[in-house]
C-alpha cells in the first residue's frame, strides 16, 4: 500500500471514530455486549482492550423507571442506515456488503471491477456523509463576505482516493442522494448545492434515525433544489420592499431616533410569513411570538398588522393605546400586539407578547403562554393539543450565546407539564453583539450551539439569499409540526446601522462598517435577481417601490389625526373580568366552602386504592389526615392546601403548580402524588374526585429558576380561570428569578396592560437554617408594591392559606400573589384550623387577632381588657408563634398579638379598626428579619399613618427585631438561638 492509500484509509478509520460518531460507537458497543462476534474484528479487539464489557452488559440491563429507550439497533446494516453514523459496520466490513450488492446488481462484472466499485462507493458514502456533517463549514453563509472558510480536508474528494480521472466514473450509491448510480461530479454538485451553498444545516446530532432520515429526504436529491413559483418570488420581494421602505422612511424623517430598524435582515420578513403560511396549511390555529429590539416595529406592521399610522403615531409623540388613561406605559419597541391572518383559507391568530430590555426573558413567557393555550385548545386543560399552538422565539446571535435563561429553556422543551410541541427558535444573527464580536461572545463554532443539548436541527441561512431563507423557514416549520420538538433557523445577516440609530458602530468594528457602507440592500440584490431571470422589470419594481412609499407617506398623515382604541386587554379568555375598583371593599371574593363538601373532598383525596402500594410512613400520614377530616379539626398546612385545590378542581377551575421538588414537598409536606413502592407509577388522589372535574397538574420542574417562573407566568396569562402556582425550594432562591419578578409580575399591568393571577409561594421563617434557607427577601417584593399591582401576604393559619389561594380565581380581577409561605409551621401544632374556618360564611382575613382571645382552649392566659392592655405587638408570619409561647411562659396578658397577613395592599381600614381598641397601648413591631429587611421599612409609615388617623397616644411603633446587617441570616446554631432569644427580649421588656 502507498503512503497516500495508508492516508486514506487511516483517514476513513479516523472518520468513524472521531466525536460525531460518538452514538455509533455506543451501538457498536451495546451490539459487543451482547454478541462480540456480531462487530467488525476490529471494533471487537477495540473493546475488549477497554475491559467494558460487563459495563456494557450491565448498560443493557433492566434500569430504573425513568430510563429513556435507546434507539433499536437497525439488524440489517446495509449501506443506507451504515451512512447515518447510527448503526453499521466498520469500513472494512461496509466495503464488504458494497461489493456483495454491487456484485448482486452487476453479475456479469469480474472481481477486481468489483472490488473497484465497492471501494468507490464506500469513499463516495464517506464524503457524502462528511458533508451532511460538515458541509456548512464551507458554506457561503456570511452576507459580507468577512467570515472566509477554505476546503475543509474531510470534503475533498482526493482524501477518499478520488483524482481528476474518477469524477466521470458511475458509482454505485444504493438509493443514497435518491441515486442508484451517480458520477462524482454529479455527487459534489449535489452535495455543494446542498450543504454548502448560502444553506449549511447541522442535523447529524440527532439521534433519531426517523428525524435524521426525514430531514435528509427532505433537502436532499437531483431534484431538491431550492426553487419558488413566479407568485412566491414576488411575494418575497414584497416582503423585502415593506421591510426597507418602513425603515427608510422612519430614518429619513427622524434621524437619530432609536428603532432597532430591520436594516440589513430584512429577510426574516417573508420567513415569517412562510412559518405563519406553512404553519396554517400544517393545522396551527395560533402562533406566539416573542422578540427583542431589533426589527420589532417592522414585524409588528408587516407581519402582525399593526396599522403604520399607529405606529407612526408613536414616532410623533402619541401615546400607545389604554396608556394615555391606565398606567405607564413603554417604550413603542417594547409592545405587543395580536391579529388574526389568513393564508390560503387558514386562518392563523397571531400573538406577539411585550417585552422588556432584557432581551431573552420573553421566551419561557411565550413558552407558557403556548402551552397554556395547548390546554384549552379542546375547551379543558386536561388535554394538550400542542399542533394547533405554536411559539416562535426571535433571538439576537450574542443574546442566543451568552444568556443562560436560553438553555434553561431548551432543557424544559422536551419536559413533561412544560413541552410545548416543539418551538421555532430565530436567530437574527447581525454577526456582533452592541460593539462585541463573536470571538468575544461565545466560545464555540456557532451561536446556536446551546441548542446542540436537545438535539434541535440547526438551519444556517445567508441572510441576502431570501429565497434561502424562506426555504429553510418552510422545513423548519414542517419538521416542528411533524416531530414536535425545537429548531433553529439562523439567519446570518448584518446590522447596517449601529446598536441603535444614534449609535457609531465605526469606533469599534471600522473594517465591518467599511464593507456595510458598501454593501447593496438585501431588497437591491434580490430584485436585481428577479430582473435578471426575466419575473419583473425594472421599471415594474420600481413602481413596486414607489407605491408602497406612496401608501406610508399616506399613513403618516393618518397618524397626524389618529385615535387610539381602547385597550382590547380583557377580550377573549379575559371576558367577564375588569379592573378592581373603589367599591370592591375588602376585595374578598366568596371563598367559603360548605362543610359537607370538605368533608367529601377531604375523604376521596385520603382514601387509597388496594391496588396502590403506598410508602408505609405516607400510610400513616394519609390516616392522620382522614382522622382530621372526620373530625374537621386540627386541619395542617398540608390539608388545607389540598383542600383548596380540590374545591377550585371541582368548580371548574384547574390548578397548576409547579417547583423544584413540588410533588412530594420540599418538607414532605404536600405528598400529591402516591409513588407505589413496587412500580414508581403515580397515584394522585385530587385528579380522582370526579368525571367532570377540571385538572390538577403538579410537577416537579427542573434546576431552573428563572424559565420556570417565567413559564408560569406565561401559562397565568393565558389561563385567567386556572389557580397557577409557582413556588420556590426555599424562598431567597427565587433571587434567581429577580428580572421576571422585576419586568413581568410586578409592572406589566402598568406597562403593558397585561393582568396576571400567578401565585409565588416563597418558604420564609428564621429556624437556624442560614442565609438561603431563612429570608424570602419580603422587602423586595415590598419595595415593588404601588399602584396596586400586586399582593404581598405572610399568611400564618392554614384557614388563611386556603381562603388566599381560593381568592385568587374566585374575584373579577387577577392580581400577582407573593406569599411568604412557612416552614417548621408545616407541623406545629398549634398553626391548625378548623374546617368552620373554611366552611359558610368565612372568608380570608388580612388581619388576624390574637389567639389566646378568640382560641382561649389553646392558651393558658386571660388577657387583659382591651382599655387595659399595655402593649399591643404587631407582627407578621412566623415569629406570631415564638411570640404567643413565650407570652404563655412569661404570663404576661396585658400584652396583645396582632397579626398582619397581607402586608399588600395595606389593610389601612382593618388596620384602624383594630387599632382603635389599643389607643393608649404601647406600639411594638416584632419581626425576624434584620431591620434593614423585612416588612419595617415598608410598614412603619403605614402604621404611622393608621396611628395618627385614629388619635392614638403613641403613633410611632418601636422597632423589635435583628440589628441591620448584610446577610440574611446566621448559619450557625448558637449565634441564631442567641439572637431570637434577644427578640424575645426586647418584645416583652418591661
Not at 373532598?601 to 391496588?611: A, D, R
Not at 400584652?895 to 381598641?917: F, G, H
Request: proline share 4%; net charge negative.
Amino acid at each position: 500500500m502507498t503512503a497516500r492509500s495508508e492516508k486514506n484509509q487511516q483517514m476513513l478509520d479516523t472518520l468513524y471514530l472521531d466525536g460525531a460518531n460518538a452514538l455509533y460507537l455506543e451501538q457498536m458497543q451495546a451490539r459487543f455486549a451482547q454478541n462480540p462476534n456480531s462487530v467488525d474484528p476490529s471494533f471487537r479487539a477495540y473493546f475488549e482492550s477497554l475491559d467494558e464489557a460487563s459495563d456494557a452488559v450491565k448498560k443493557t440491563a433492566a434500569g430504573p423507571t425513568w430510563k429513556r429507550p435507546d434507539w433499536p439497533l437497525d439488524p440489517n446494516g446495509d449501506l443506507t442506515s451504515a451512512l447515518t453514523g447510527d448503526y453499521g459496520d466498520a469500513p472494512a466490513a461496509l466495503e464488504k456488503q458494497a461489493a456483495s450488492k454491487v456484485a448482486s446488481a452487476n453479475p456479469d462484472m469480474n472481481d477486481a471491477a468489483v472490488r473497484q466499485a465497492a471501494k468507490d462507493s464506500v469513499g463516495a458514502l464517506m464524503i457524502i456523509r462528511a458533508y451532511r456533517v460538515r458541509g456548512h463549514l464551507i458554506a457561503n453563509l456570511d452576507p459580507l463576505g468577512l467570515q472566509k472558510s477554505g476546503l475543509h480536508p474531510e470534503l475533498d474528494p482526493e482524501s477518499y482516493g478520488f483524482t481528476d480521472a474518477d469524477f466521470d466514473r458511475e458509482i454505485f450509491l444504493d438509493g443514497v442522494l435518491g441515486l442508484e448510480y451517480a458520477t462524482m461530479n454529479q455527487i459534489m454538485e449535489i452535495l455543494r448545492r446542498t450543504y454548502s451553498s448560502t444553506l449549511g444545516v447541522q442535523f447529524m446530532h440527532v439521534s433519531n434515525p426517523e428525524e435524521k432520515a426525514w430531514i435528509q429526504e427532505r433537502i436532499e436529491g437531483p431534484d431538491k433544489e431550492i426553487s419558488f413559483s413566479k407568485e412566491g418570488r414576488m411575494a418575497i420581494l414584497q416582503k423585502l420592499v415593506e421591510g426597507e421602505a418602513f425603515e427608510q422612511l422612519i430614518h429619513k424623517r427622524y434621524p437619530g431616533t432609536k428603532r432597532f430598524g430591520l436594516d440589513g435582515a430584512e429577510s426574516l420578513l417573508p420567513a415569517l410569513e412562510q412559518i405563519i403560511k406553512r404553519g396554517g396549511q400544517l393545522g396551527l390555529k395560533d402562533i406566539n411570538f416573542g422578540m427583542p429590539h431589533r426589527g420589532r416595529l417592522n414585524v409588528m406592521a408587516s407581519v402582525m398588522q399593526k396599522p403604520y399610522s399607529a405606529i407612526f403615531y408613536e414616532f410623533l409623540g402619541g401615546v400607545a393605546s389604554g396608556a394615555e388613561d391606565f398606567g405607564s406605559g413603554d417604550v413603542k419597541y417594547h409592545l405587543g400586539v395580536s391579529d388574526d391572518r389568513e393564508f390560503d383559507g387558514n386562518s392563523v391568530h397571531l400573538s406577539l407578547a411585550p417585552n422588556p430590555s432584557h432581551l431573552e426573558v420573553v421566551a419561557p413567557v411565550v413558552m407558557g403562554k403556548a402551552r397554556a393555550k395547548q390546554q384549552m385548545a379542546s375547551g379543558t386543560y386536561r388535554t394538550h393539543n400542542p399542533e394547533e399552538v405554536m411559539a416562535v422565539i426571535l433571538h439576537g446571535d450574542s443574546a442566543f450565546a451568552g444568556q443562560g435563561i436560553v438553555m434553561e429553556c431548551f432543557q424544559m422543551s422536551q419536559l413533561a407539564g412544560y413541552r410545548t410541541g416543539g418551538t421555532i427558535h430565530v436567530i437574527v444573527n447581525n454577526q456582533i453583539g452592541f460593539t462585541t464580536t463573536p470571538d468575544e461572545y461565545r466560545s464555540g463554532q456557532y451561536c446556536s450551539d446551546v441548542a446542540f443539548m436537545v438535539e434541535a436541527p440547526v438551519f444556517h441561512v445567508n441572510g441576502d439569499d431570501p429565497e434561502a431563507v424562506v426555504y429553510a423557514a418552510r422545513v423548519a416549520t414542517e419538521y416542528r409540526q411533524k416531530f414536535g420538538k425545537d429548531v433553529v433557523l439562523d439567519i446570518i445577516c448584518y446590522r447596517r446601522y449601529g446598536h441603535n440609530e444614534g449609535d457609531d458602530p465605526s469606533f469599534t468594528q471600522p473594517i465591518m462598517y467599511a464593507k456595510i457602507g458598501d454593501m447593496p440592500s438585501t431588497m437591491s440584490v434580490y430584485a436585481k435577481r428577479l430582473i435578471d431571470q426575466g419575473d419583473v422589470t425594472q421599471a415594474e419594481h420600481e413602481k413596486m417601490v414607489e407605491d408602497f412609499y406612496g401608501y406610508l407617506d399616506a399613513e403618516f398623515d393618518k397618524a397626524k389625526t389618529y385615535e387610539t382604541k381602547a385597550p382590547d386587554w380583557l377580550q377573549g379568555v379575559w371576558q367577564g373580568l375588569s379592573q378592581p375598583t373603589e367599591g370592591d371593599g375588602k376585595r374578598r371574593g366568596d371563598t367559603s366552602v360548605s362543610v359537607d363538601r370538605l368533608k367529601d373532598i377531604g375523604t376521596k383525596i385520603t382514601t387509597v386504592p388496594n391496588s396502590v402500594n403506598i410508602h408505609r410512613t405516607l400510610k400513616r400520614i394519609i390516616k392522620a389526615r382522614a382522622e382530621k377530616v372526620a373530625a374537621g379539626e386540627n386541619i395542617d398546612w398540608g390539608l388545607a392546601e389540598h383542600l383548596a385545590f380540590g374545591t377550585l378542581i371541582t368548580e371548574g377551575h384547574p390548578v397548576r403548580l409547579s417547583g423544584q421538588d413540588s410533588e412530594r414537598g420540599t418538607f414532605s409536606q404536600r405528598q400529591s402524588n402516591f409513588i407505589d413502592q413496587k412500580t414508581e407509577e403515580k397515584y394522585t388522589p385530587l385528579n380522582q374526585l370526579s368525571d367532570d372535574q377540571e385538572y390538577y397538574q403538579v410537577l416537579n420542574s427542573h434546576l431552573s429558576e428563572e424559565a420556570v417562573l417565567g413559564f408560569e407566568y406565561g401559562f397565568s396569562g393565558a389561563a385567567p380561570h386556572a389557580l397557577t402556582i409557582w413556588e420556590a425550594q426555599f424562598g431567597d432562591f427565587a433571587n434567581g428569578a429577580q428580572v421576571l419578578v422585576d419586568q413581568f409580575i410586578s409592572s406589566a399591568e402598568q406597562k403593558w396592560l397585561r393582568m396576571s393571577g400567578l401565585v409565588m409561594l416563597l418558604p420564609h421563617g428564621y429556624e437556624g437554617q442560614g442565609p438561603e434557607h431563612s429570608s424570602a427577601r419580603l422587602e423586595r417584593y415590598l419595595q415593588m408594591c404601588a399602584e396596586d399591582n400586586m399582593q404581598v401576604t405572610n399568611v400564618s393559619t392554614p384557614a388563611n392559606y386556603f381562603h388566599v389561594l381560593r381568592r385568587q380565581v374566585k374575584r373579577k380581577f387577577r392580581k400577582p400573589l407573593i406569599n411568604m409561605s412557612p416552614k417548621s409551621l408545616l407541623r406545629n401544632k398549634l398553626c391548625v384550623s378548623t374546617f368552620a374556618e373554611m366552611g359558610e360564611g368565612s372568608e380570608f382575613h388580612r388581619l388576624l387577632w390574637d389567639d389566646a382571645h378568640y382560641k382561649p382552649e389553646i392558651s393558658q392566659l386571660k388577657l387583659a381588657k382591651d382599655k387595659d392592655i399595655k402593649r399591643l405587638i404587631i407582627c407578621s408570619g412566623k415569629v406570631y408563634y415564638d411570640l404567643f409561647e413565650a407570652r404563655e411562659e412569661l404570663g404576661r396578658n396585658d400584652i396583645y398579638l396582632l397579626r398582619v397577613e397581607q402586608l399588600y395592599p395595606y389593610p389601612s381600614d382593618a388596620m384602624e379598626l383594630e387599632l382603635a381598641r389599643f389607643k393608649n397601648a404601647e406600639m411594638v413591631w416584632v419581626q425576624e428579619e434584620p431591620k434593614n429587611m423585612g416588612a419595617w421599612a415598608f410598614i412603619e409609615p403605614f402604621i404611622e399613618e393608621s396611628l395618627t388617623n385614629i388619635g392614638a397616644k403613641n403613633t410611632r411603633a418601636r422597632y423589635v427585631g435583628r440589628k441591620a446587617a448584610a446577610s440574611t441570616a446566621t448559619g450557625i446554631a448558637a449565634k441564631h438561638k442567641k439572637e431570637q432569644q434577644a427578640i424575645i427580649d426586647g418584645a416583652f421588656a418591661k
